[in-house]
């Protein structure tokens, strides 16, 4: 059982609807991830959080609106996407950002977006 | 521009042989590489990993080996399963931070019967 869960695993949307994705770790991590996964395409990131505080943010269109309440739930809000944006969405987790490489991954909510 | 990337798209190997997946990077500050296992229908699963002061590293069935000279890194898969059956990933990822890595295109490993 991975220490990362997303839900849902999948989802479909209209361009005119607004969805959530959720992922939620349980390892005490301190930072946590957004990877967008498209098809041939190497992982792109999105957005990072450290201790609750948006750290980076990769020149991603506002369509998309990361939230992190606290250091072990991390939302992913999603409106107006265009079909460009179906792909899986990674969530991932460190236990920090500097000097430990390791992350850890959820399994993935893959949206398609009609 | 700086890039990870993948010699092979697809590798396709006799089960019980050895698998031997490569990788090529262009960014000399890299100081720390990674290899990532994507099972279908699963997020990608850390492997091993190498710092750049290492040449090899070995962990269970897998070998990771590290040429800087030609900014080359590859992994090795002993004795290759049908469990090892996934995309492979490389990654680097400058000055060790985990929110700098850079993930490559992938290597999808197929195994024979």
């Known amino acids: 059982e991975t220490g990362v869960t997303q839900t849902p695993r999948h989802l479909v949307m209209g361009m005119t609807n607004k969805k959530s994705l959720k992922c939620e770790q349980h390892?005490?991590?301190?930072?946590m991830y957004w990877y967008k996964q498209s098809a041939k395409k190497p992982l792109e990131l999105m957005f990072v959080y450290s201790l609750e505080e948006r750290v980076e943010n990769n020149s991603v269109p506002s369509r998309f609106s990361p939230e992190c309440p606290n250091s072990s739930h991390l939302f992913l809000h999603l409106h107006t996407l265009q079909p460009e944006d179906s792909a899986l969405y990674l969530c991932?987790?460190?236990?920090?950002?500097?000097?430990?490489?390791?992350?850890?991954f959820g399994e993935g909510s893959r949206l398609t977006v009609l | 521009g700086e890039s990870v990337g993948l010699h092979l798209p697809t590798l396709s190997v006799q089960e019980g042989d050895n698998s031997i997946i490569n990788c090529a990077y262009s960014?000399?500050?890299?100081?720390?590489f990674i290899w990532y296992k994507q099972e279908s229908g699963k997020g990608p699963q850390f492997i091993i990993d190498?710092?750049?002061?290492?040449d090899k590293r070995q962990g269970q069935r897998v070998t990771v080996l590290l040429n800087k000279t030609v900014k080359h890194l590859s992994l090795q898969i002993a004795a290759t399963q049908p469990g090892d059956s996934a995309v492979y990933f490389c990654a680097e990822a400058p000055y060790s931070s985990a929110s700098k890595i850079i993930f490559g295109s992938g290597t999808r490993l197929s195994i024979r019967p």
């Open positions: 991932a987790s460190s236990l920090g950002m500097s000097n430990t490489g390791e992350l850890f």
């Open positions: 390892l005490g991590h301190n930072a």
């Open positions: 190498i710092r750049s002061n290492m």
């Open positions: 960014n000399s500050a890299s100081d720390y």
